[in-house]
């Protein structure tokens, strides 16, 4: 069981260095769900949030909602403790996920 748990920290660190020496651009949110451990569920969860809070926003949009302070508030609320919400802002900006969405919640940071 040591072995196991040995090769494992060193496939870690082996990970993170690997993280080091390639370049992120383009995949920014890519790295910070590497970096910051999250796992498949955990990213299906985040793209679930993104989905409905973008929803949300259009149907805001729609009633001519114009401050979407309190969707933000509730974006950080429900996003994964894992995850700086600055980052996940910047890192899906570069990467190109829900532009819109984290286009309107930069605006809240």
Do not use: W
Request: charged share 35%.
């Amino acid at each position: 069981m040591d072995k196991l748990l040995a090769k494992i920290e060193r496939l870690e660190f082996h990970q993170k260095l690997l993280l080091g020496m390639i370049r992120s651009e383009g995949h920014e949110f890519d790295r910070l769900i590497i970096e910051n451990n999250l796992d498949e569920k955990e990213v299906r969860e985040f793209y679930s949030l993104c989905e409905y809070v973008s929803k949300e926003m259009e149907e805001q949009k729609a009633e001519k909602f114009v401050f979407y302070t309190p969707l933000f508030n509730e974006f950080i609320e429900k996003l994964n403790p894992k995850l700086d919400p600055s980052e996940v802002i910047h890192a899906c900006l570069k990467q190109k996920i829900y532009i819109d969405l984290m286009k309107v919640f930069q605006k809240n940071l």
